[in-house]
């Protein structure tokens, strides 16, 4: 660490992390290391996450549950193995709480079909309300939106604050005595903040309202407990947190999973079939049709493990110093608009900006000249932009693996790219 950095507080040996992840040594554009600040879209991903992946097509290829050959038994342990890591990672009551999808998108549409087909008292139907906020991803806006015009439903929603936070001043008119389902996210993708969890569940558990929860840019950052939470659903994805595309996670409360009917049919979910009609599996394989993400599960455990062996805690400590580090420099470039929270109280590790006048994809495109990979857009939130009068943003976000030097270059590219424009 150099000596303009040896006051931040909280740092992982970096240089050691780093190692484990062969995509942060690629060079680009004319012998420059890649600066990649664009964890918020996808992690990088660690050899020991790879080494899982390859092994499990080398060695252990099969498909799980339907074989008592020795392949197929190693396969379904390898798979069910990798459920009984994320539950404990995230301090499910039961394992069969976790149910594997292939994304958090997947996930929140999952529950928003069970409560659409459920009987009472879940059924969400046109004398019912939703309720969601202005911050969300658009996964987590537009299933509600189908859910909405499928049943008569009203989708109502909390807006935001000029500094980047949940207006709550109505939560007694956005949460009633109709509301059915409050979902929101933990932490925004677009303006990194944290929401106040408590009070929105608070609220919703007075109506008698379900709550879930779109974790996807919480679980790879900090200690995600759904006991404390006290949510009902909670969605996050495995791309983000270290592991393969492909795989999502949705947690439910046992007796609601027992309750709800399945969202997809087909192989192994049913208990019995009959031309005429079928009876379903238990959780959570009623809700895991047809042959599930093998490999991209076994992935997802292997990240599980290797985020548990450097420890969540310190993760959050890790990327807490690196933000507020970085919240500071960039407050320091002339015409940069931080859009969200401007301190690293509250806040996750994304932070979106403006920069002057100039377009966000400009912006982006002269920083990859230089080897900084940034997200440029309106990062699937395009409520937020609208809501602050802008087309898009600039994101960097970070990481385990991020480090206080890659902040420097990021602003040193910002400059460049005023340079550049004048």
Same mark, same amino acid.
Request: charged share 20%.
């Given at each position: ?44 991903? +660690? ?45 499910? +009551? ?22 659409? =087909?459920?009987?009472?008292? %879940? ?33 109502? =929603? ?22 059915? $389902? ?12 944290? &929401? ?23 679980? +790879? ?29 949705? =947690? ?27 009876? %379903? ?24 493990? %290797?985020?548990?062996? $450097?420890?969540?805690? &310190? ?42 006048? $100039? *377009? ?17 857009? *309106? ?11 802008? +087309? !898009? ?11 206080? !030097? ?17």
């Amino acid at each position: 660490m150099t000596s303009a950095h040896q006051g931040l507080s909280g740092l992982l040996d970096t240089e050691a992390i780093r190692k484990d992840f062969p995509l942060l040594d690629r060079v680009v554009h004319d012998g420059k290391k890649i600066v990649y600040l664009d964890s918020a879209a996808t992690s990088q991903k +660690p050899r020991q996450v790879l080494d899982a992946l390859n092994e499990y097509y080398e060695r252990h290829n099969a498909n799980v549950h339907r074989g008592v050959y020795t392949v197929a038994e190693e396969a379904t342990a390898l798979y069910e193995g990798a459920r009984d890591k994320v539950a404990a990672f995230i301090n499910a +009551p039961s394992r069969d709480e976790v149910i594997f999808t292939k994304n958090a998108s997947e996930s929140l549409n999952l529950v928003a079909n069970m409560l659409g =087909w459920a009987d009472e008292p %879940y059924r969400v139907d046109h004398e019912t309300e939703i309720a969601i906020t202005e911050m969300e991803h658009h996964s987590n806006i537009v299933p509600w939106q189908l859910l909405s015009q499928r049943t008569g439903a009203k989708l109502k =929603w909390f807006g935001l604050t000029d500094d980047g936070r949940l207006d709550l001043s109505n939560i007694e008119e956005v949460i009633t005595e109709k509301t059915k $389902i409050v979902s929101f996210t933990l932490v925004s993708n677009l303006l990194g903040t944290i &929401n106040p969890v408590e009070t929105i569940i608070r609220r919703a558990q007075e109506v008698g309202a379900l709550v879930c929860i779109d974790a996807s840019q919480a679980a +790879p950052h900090m200690v995600l407990d759904v006991q404390a939470l006290q949510a009902d659903f909670v969605a996050f994805t495995g791309h983000k947190m270290c592991g393969p595309t492909g795989i999502g996670v949705l =947690w439910g409360r046992q007796e609601l999973l027992e309750d709800l009917p399945p969202f997809l049919g087909g192989g192994e979910m049913i208990e019995t079939v009959s031309m005429h009609s079928s009876t %379903y599996a238990p959780a959570p394989h009623k809700f895991e049709a047809g042959t599930p993400p093998i490999a991209q599960a076994v992935g997802l455990g292997a990240a599980v493990d %290797y985020l548990s062996a $450097i420890g969540m805690e &310190n993760i959050a400590r890790h990327e807490h110093a690196i933000t507020e580090y970085a919240v500071r420099r960039l407050q320091e470039v002339p015409d940069l608009r931080i859009i969200g929270p401007t301190t690293a109280e509250d806040r996750g590790a994304a932070i979106s900006f403006t920069l002057g006048d $100039i *377009h966000p994809h400009d912006v982006g495109q002269v920083l990859d000249e230089e080897g900084i990979a940034v997200r440029v857009g *309106h990062h699937c939130a395009r409520p937020v932009c609208l809501r602050y009068g802008i +087309p !898009a943003t600039t994101r960097a976000s970070f990481y385990l693996y991020s480090t206080p !030097a890659e902040v420097d270059a990021l602003v040193a590219g910002l400059e460049h790219v005023r340079n550049f424009f004048g």
